[in-house]
């Protein structure tokens, strides 16, 4: 029996005995919110914790403020150079950011990013990373990632017209005319991929006049210059600019909307022997992953530092002084205010949370600041106590997306084990509240202030379409509520900020230093990727060296 058929055999199994009630009723869904705790974050903005007096003055070469991925990559930078004294300083009780993982009965899942897709050659960083992590080798003259890392098959599919399809591009009865417009944007793509040279990390790209004028309009200006109407094309581009941006085509620049795919994998029309899809990478798709998601690669980095790791850190200043600087930073577990004195300091924060605690903050700072905007996230991890039975069309996927909703669908934490029994797991369920034609509210007022059973019941509504036995399978359910979760590239913003990213030309390029301060953040490329933060980090740290 095929992997394929054993898993709808026994999905079909298990909904037939769900229907015929040969179970007790479900108990009531537990939950509640995790990983993120607001009061701590909110009493570095309020301003609470600024009179307190430092109770303790310590010392130490290095200080990195934020142990988010570019302060975990300065981190490794500067032990990297041999540079043994430093203290990363993070706000939670874990490092990692956006990118750590958790468990839900006992479980393990991302409580945020969950994957890293290969790297190309302009992100040698990241390869490098890889590399020494054991993920990424040589064999016979040419590189190979670990096969059990990479994403297993199937990999993603899309709820669409009442069955699942193979992948994310709605396909299923779609009329000609949507396929002539998905070949065309596919062959538009591949002619800008020429025309342009679209890379990540950005850092590593002139602002070309060319870019330039794509980052002053929206996408969706751009599409419509460009004849690009179609709905379910349109539908699933303002999808892809939600997952990697946070907000949808309206918003984001129309460099932004094309980076997506140029800097990547092109766009692979079904069909077309022509454009971006003639590539001959066979690994131009594949990503990285792990059940816990991007949580593995910071736990990696994180695992060297030892006590140079200081967790329940709430920095309320850094300041320049004569010789040095000062950082303060409120330890949650003593309750006590510490005064870091060293020569340097990384600011791996966040612009905005920057910009409130540096002294009297340098212009490029300050400008970053004024310019960046933010999309606020929600992350649902769901536990099921047995597998889902599913509808017709493609099998289970690691990546399943319902077309037309407000979330992006979930991930399933079990996907890459190497025992496909159906048996219980966590489903990942993604929800960015930035603008888009799904969100027009005050996204991060209404991700603090409405109850989790809010969130809940929105979740079980969406994902009860194509799973009507979720609710009865449910058992409990955390949200990580992240108010601040990435920066988004909206028309201007590259003109506005990115100045920095190409000031020399060498083994330090893109590195933003003021005095003594260097700023490393995903922010100061102005969209929120692993490969982004780690370089940024990277280079701030070797910089020091």
């Known amino acids: 029996m095929q992997r394929r058929e054993f898993l709808g055999v026994a999905a079909g199994a298990a909904g037939a005995l769900a229907l015929a009630g040969c179970e007790a009723p479900p108990a009531p869904i537990e939950g509640g919110f995790t990983g993120i705790d607001v009061a701590r974050g909110h009493a570095m903005r309020d301003g609470a914790l600024r009179s307190a007096s430092p109770a303790t003055v310590k010392r130490t070469r290095v200080v990195i403020a934020g142990g988010g991925v570019a302060g975990l990559a300065a981190a490794r930078a500067l032990r990297l150079a041999g540079i043994d004294d ?8 874990t490092a990692g950011g956006n990118a ?26 990241v390869q490098d990373l890889l590399e020494e992590l054991g993920l990424r080798r040589r064999v016979a003259g040419r590189w190979e990632y670990d096969e059990v890392t990479l994403c297993h098959s199937p990999q993603e599919r899309l709820f669409f017209h009442g069955e ?37 990390p950005t850092l590593k790209v002139a602002l070309t006049p060319e870019l330039l004028a794509l980052d002053a309009i929206t996408f969706a200006s751009w599409l419509d210059s460009e004849g690009f109407g179609d709905a379910q094309l349109r539908w699933y581009l303002d999808y892809c ?14 460099w932004a909307g094309i980076h997506y795919f140029a800097s990547r994998h092109g766009f692979h029309a079904p069909g077309d022997p022509t454009g971006s899809a003639n590539d001959a990478n066979p690994e131009r798709d594949g990503i990285l992953t792990w059940p816990e998601g991007n949580g593995w690669l910071t736990r990696q980095l994180a695992r060297p530092l030892g006590e140079r790791l200081r967790t329940g850190q709430v920095v309320t200043r850094i300041a320049e002084v004569r010789g040095g600087v000062e950082v303060d930073a409120w330890d949650a577990a003593s309750k006590s205010m510490v005064r870091w004195q060293a020569e340097r300091c990384i600011v791996a924060l966040p612009v905005f949370i920057a910009a409130r605690v540096v002294e009297n903050p340098p212009e490029v700072l300050k400008n970053a600041a004024a310019h960046v905007r933010y999309a606020p996230w ?19 996927s690691w990546d399943n997306v319902i077309y037309g909703t407000r979330g992006l669908g979930y991930v399933d934490a079990r996907h890459q084990a190497l025992d496909p029994t159906p048996r219980g797991t966590v489903l990942s369920w993604y929800r960015p509240l930035g603008p888009s034609g799904y969100d027009t509210a005050d996204g991060r007022k209404l991700l603090l202030e409405r109850p989790w059973t809010g969130w809940r019941d929105d979740l079980l509504a969406e994902l009860s379409v194509p799973h009507p036995d979720l609710p009865s399978l449910a058992t409990r359910i955390d949200i990580t509520r992240y108010g601040h979760a990435m920066s988004i590239p909206h028309p201007g913003l590259l003109a506005r900020i990115g100045p920095q990213r190409s000031a020399a030309d060498d083994a330090h390029r893109g590195s933003v230093a003021a005095g003594r301060l260097s700023f490393a953040h995903a922010d100061w490329s102005g969209y929120s990727i692993f490969e982004e933060a780690f370089t940024r980090g990277h280079v701030a740290g070797t910089a020091l060296a």
């Open 241 to 254: 600019c939600r997952d990697d941006y946070g907000a949808g085509i309206a918003q984001v620049s129309a």
């Open 86 to 93: 430093f203290t990363l300083l993070e706000l939670e009780d």
């Open 378 to 396: 929600l992350v649902a991890n769901i536990h099921l106590r047995g597998p889902l039975a599913d509808r017709h069309g493609a099998a289970p």
């Open 164 to 200: 699942w399809q193979d992948g994310l591009l709605p396909v299923h009865g779609v009329g000609e005319g949507t396929l002539a417009q998905y070949r065309k944007f596919s062959r538009r793509i591949d002619a800008l991929q020429h025309a342009a040279h679209f890379a990540i």
């Open 100 to 125: 750590r993982g958790g468990t839900v009965n006992g479980i393990a899942c991302p409580l945020g990013a969950h994957y890293l897709p290969v790297p190309g050659d302009d992100a040698r960083e």
